[in-house]
Each structure stands twice: as C-alpha cells, then as structure tokens.
C-alpha cells in the first residue's frame, strides 16, 4: 500500500511537472473539491514571464482543485498602495482565501492582518510579508539565492575584481533611500542581496563597489547599468537579481559590446535572457520554479479553506543554469513549464 501511495504521489508531481523540491508528501492529501472556492491571487506586477509562469502553475491547480481563481496585480512593483486596496477589495469581496506576492515587507503587513480579522486564510507566495498570521510561505530561499549568484560570480573572477549589483526596489527592511525617505522594501529583494554580500566578503580581492535599484522598468535597469559601468570603468561583473534587472544589464552589455569584458551573472529565464545566455552575453542565471510556486500556493490556500493543516514554510528551490546543464531534461522542464 505504501508503494502505491508513493506511485500515485510521483505521478502526481510529474503532471504538473513540479520540481523534486516541490513534492514534499509521500501520502495523498484528500481534498474536498465537489465545492468552488473563490481564491484571490495578488502579486507585485502584471507583466513579466516571471508572474505569466506564477500564474499559470496557479491556474493548473485552479482547474484541479475547483477554485475560481481571481488573477490581480499592479502595473509596477513599487505600486505598494494599489496592491494593499487590492487586498483591501479581496476582503470586502469575501474570499475564501488570498494569495499574496507582496511588494513589501512591512507595507502589506497590516492589511494581511485584517485579512486573517476576517477568517480569511492568507498564503505568501514569492515574496514574504511581515505578518504573524500568515498561514504558509511557498517560494525560493532568496539568501541562498544570492549566494549561489555569488558563488558563480567570483568564480568567473577567479576571485578578484570589482562587481556591481542590480537590485530591484528598495532591498533595505529600514528601506532608508539616499534621499532619507523611508520605504520598506522587498523582503526577496533583502535576502538575496544578504546571502551575495555575505558570501563576496570572505573574499578580500573582490570588491561590491555599487548597488543600485530599479523598480519594474527595463529601461530604468538599461540607465542604472549605463552609469554603473560610467562610474566604475575598472568593473569586470555585474549581478543582477531579478527579471526586470537582469534584462535591463544583459541588453546594455550586449549592446556596448563588453561580452568579453563584463562576466554576468542574471536572475530567472525569460526568453530573451535564454538568448542572452546562448550568445554568451551572460554566463549564468540563477533561476526559480514559478510554476511550482503558483500551483502549490493554490494548493495549501484549498487546504487552509477546508480546514487542513499546511506546512508553514514551502521551499520551492532556485537553481543556477549555464550553457553546460541547460539543455538537461529535468532544467528544460523548469525552463519552459507549459501546460496543454
């Protein structure tokens, strides 16, 4: 019997191609789906492959799990405000659970807690949010994340030079920008940012000698490179970690055609950046498993709904590609995670 539970299990995991990581339990969970649940799914923009994979691992378990998904973000990460009236109007609008990928920390933290005021289950996906009521994390280690960038990084170095980063938003929890506003950030942001420093300082010959932070614009992330590569003409890597900010760099370093004098180190795996990779543009990107992300973020708000006890914490893994391993099979199901 257990050998058949396992069976069912795998097979379950294949059909949705969710990672190895992804699938945690060994036994079949019962979920009750002869009801409809309204869940609500907020993340940080409505743009992006990135957000395209999130929702559509989400919609996959929408279809098998009898939810009537409702699909909200705003134009722009920094949007901090239209997304906490999105919760605000998911509350009003009693649904039996949200799933949030907060923009901010602290910013989405009180209106989480009017969500759960409210009995209304609140699932963080992506991006975690300063709240003691949230009922389950499912995303990536972001310190790990950013160590593994790291890693790869110094290591095309051969451990000396000056590095530039490309963040996006504000990665500081103080969010103290240089204009002395205050702006909570990102708590992803923040963590890979950790584990790249805290891993480049037991180096003493690699330098970070600027971070800089785009919003949700490409063409933000191409000027921030620009004057990046103005300010320090010795620089010989850039780390960019997210989507936004590693096509932003890959597009001004191909263009100025420093292929061979900039080693870069991306995040994610948007189209362009695959091409990006191919070309020998950049040499490696550190990528996430958004279709798992989506599909068991639905998966545990069902579970929260119904009563059922959820993990607290859902490490759905990131993985670093390169041209050596990114025609694997088990890295191309990551890569291009389509469902017919």
Not at 6 to 21: K, R
Not at 74 to 90: G, K, L, N, R, T
Request: with cysteine; glycine share 8%.
């Amino acid at each position: 019997m257990k050998i058949i539970r396992l069976m069912l299990t795998l097979l379950m995991c294949g059909l949705v191609w969710l990672s190895v990581t992804s699938c945690f339990n060994t036994s079949p969970v019962y979920i009750n789906t002869k009801n409809t649940r309204n869940i609500h799914m907020i993340v940080k923009m409505n743009k992006g492959d990135y957000w395209n994979t999130v929702k559509l691992g989400a919609e996959a378990a929408a279809k098998e799990f009898n939810v009537n998904l409702t699909f909200k973000a705003p134009d722009s990460e920094s949007m901090i405000d239209e997304q906490v009236a999105m919760v605000e109007d998911s509350i009003s609008q009693h649904a039996d659970a949200i799933i949030l990928a907060a923009s901010s920390y602290m910013g989405l933290a009180q209106v989480v807690d009017q969500a759960a005021y409210s009995k209304i289950p609140v699932i963080s996906v992506d991006a975690e949010v300063g709240s003691a009521k949230v009922r389950s994390y499912v995303g990536s280690n972001g310190y790990e994340a950013g160590q593994k960038s790291a890693e790869r990084l110094i290591t095309l170095l051969n451990g000396t030079g000056e590095i530039g980063i490309l963040n996006f938003t504000s990665a500081s929890l103080n969010g103290e920008h240089e204009s002395g506003s205050i702006d909570y950030g990102a708590r992803d942001a923040d963590e890979r940012e950790k584990g790249f420093l805290n891993y480049a300082a037991r180096y003493p010959n690699i330098h970070v000698v600027q971070i800089s932070y785009t919003t949700s614009s490409t063409a933000e992330a191409e000027d921030l490179t620009r004057q990046m590569l103005k300010n320090h003409p010795g620089l010989r890597g850039i780390a960019t970690l997210n989507e936004t900010a590693s096509q932003g760099a890959g597009k001004v370093i191909q263009s100025m055609g420093l292929d061979n004098i900039i080693r870069m180190v991306a995040f994610d795996s948007s189209p362009s950046m695959l091409e990006l990779l191919q070309n020998g543009t950049v040499q490696a990107t550190v990528i996430q498993n958004p279709f798992s992300n989506g599909y068991l973020a639905v998966k545990y708000a069902v579970e929260a709904v119904q009563g059922m006890d959820v993990p607290e914490r859902v490490d759905t893994g990131t993985k670093l590609i390169d041209l050596d391993n990114m025609l694997y099979p088990e890295n191309q199901k990551l890569l291009f995670p389509f469902v017919k």
